[in-house]
């Protein structure tokens, strides 16, 4: 079983940059890869984000640039810098755990509760 618990959503202007934490515990987490969701109201689950405990990243194309997946292996946990948010990054933003190759096409073994981010114009 693995625990992820997000933190860092909150409140901010549209052109700031924020960085949200995802702290994953449990005996196994070291085997999964971690990724990055968001939902946004009335819209779908998106991927946004996923990196290995080796490193290997991958980003979504809408998000490649601006965006920014890392991790701490010391603390097992895996970090989201979103940088020029936008009015359209307000969403839920969702941690991950599951395979290097499958989770962008939604397939997770393990998901966080979710960290509400909102950008005001």
């Known amino acids: 079983q693995v625990q992820l618990v997000e933190s860092g959503g909150g409140l901010v202007q549209a052109g700031d940059s924020l960085r949200l934490s995802c702290a994953a515990s449990g005996r196994t987490v070291s085997s999964f890869a971690m990724a990055w969701f968001r939902q946004a109201p009335g819209k779908e689950r998106e991927f946004l984000a996923a990196t290995s405990w080796a490193g290997v990243k991958y980003y979504a194309d809408t998000v490649r640039g601006r965006f920014t997946i890392s991790r701490d292996n010391t603390k097992n946990t895996v970090y989201l810098q979103i940088n020029s948010a936008k009015p359209e990054d307000t969403a839920v933003y969702y941690c991950?755990?599951?395979?290097?190759?499958?989770?962008?096409?939604?397939?997770?073994?393990?998901w966080g509760q979710g960290t509400q981010v909102t950008v005001s114009s």
């Open positions: 991950a755990a599951g395979g290097i190759g499958t989770m962008h096409r939604g397939i997770v073994a393990y």
